[in-house]
């Protein structure tokens, strides 16, 4: 049973530019959550997609977006890079109604 | 608001050292549920435990315990025996909503340091 997954692992991106992350959620989850995490601090929430919606978001910027697709599978896009963007980008999956949340490995993005 | 806070930034302990790990919370919702997990360098976020509002049981898993008290709002993680293997970043989380698996709110983190 694979657990949630992430790509690309690393990823260096320059100022102004845009990506995309991707994210497959466990097996039998419904919903995808992202989050961000700078060095040295706790992971803040972005946004959670749920029957591809957006159904919560958390304080970013309309640059960061998303997208959920019909087999569970979520993008997070980030346009127009800051170099304060450079985190570990976290998905975690859940499904509805249960409360744990199981995460990836992450993507490491640099902002040059 | 709702926040939690990890007062202990680092903490280094030597093998079969028992260690605590200090989490306080706010919230004014009566439901909500709190979290633990352990981040290797590896930087995968690992379930340890979750503890809802109602239920103030100790909780006891092989060498790990979680002290839940709401008098405090605290919602503390004790490893026994600690091992070199427990090495790893720790953060203690809330969640305020049910049903929907609710976004998480981390604390920022305790390192741990176990030295053999």
């Known amino acids: 049973d694979a657990g949630v997954t992430q790509s690309p692992t690393h990823l260096i991106k320059t100022r102004g530019q845009q990506v995309t992350l991707r994210c497959s959620p466990k097996?039998?989850?419904?919903?995808v959550s992202w989050y961000q995490q700078a060095l040295g601090q706790g992971p803040q929430f972005i946004f959670q997609?749920?029957?591809?919606?957006?159904?919560q978001r958390g304080n970013f910027p309309d640059r960061f977006s998303g997208h959920q697709f019909p087999n569970y599978s979520s993008e997070l896009n980030v346009n127009a890079l800051l170099l304060g963007d450079s985190a570990l980008y976290l998905c975690?999956?859940?499904?509805?109604?249960?409360?744990?949340?199981?995460f990836g490995p992450g993507t490491r993005l640099t902002v040059l | 608001a709702q926040k939690v806070t990890q007062a202990q930034t680092e903490i280094s302990v030597v093998e079969k050292e028992d260690v605590t790990l200090d989490c306080v919370y706010e919230?004014?919702?009566?439901?909500?549920?709190l979290f633990w997990y352990k981040q290797p360098p590896s930087g995968e976020l690992v379930f340890l435990i979750r503890?809802?509002?109602?239920?103030?049981q100790n909780e006891i898993s092989g060498r790990y315990s979680w002290n839940f008290q709401k008098s405090t709002s605290s919602f503390n993680f004790t490893i026994t025996a600690s091992q070199v293997v427990d090495s790893a970043v720790y953060f203690c989380?809330?969640?305020?909503?049910?049903?929907?698996?609710?976004?998480?709110?981390f604390g920022q983190g305790t390192e741990l340091s176990v030295k053999p």
């Open positions: 919230t004014r919702d009566t439901t909500y549920y």
């Open positions: 503890r809802n509002s109602f239920d103030e």
């Open positions: 097996s039998g989850h419904d919903t």
């Open positions: 975690a999956s859940s499904r509805q109604g249960y409360n744990e949340q199981f």
């Open positions: 989380a809330l969640s305020t909503l049910y049903n929907q698996g609710g976004k998480l709110i």
């Open positions: 997609y749920y029957e591809e919606e957006e159904r």
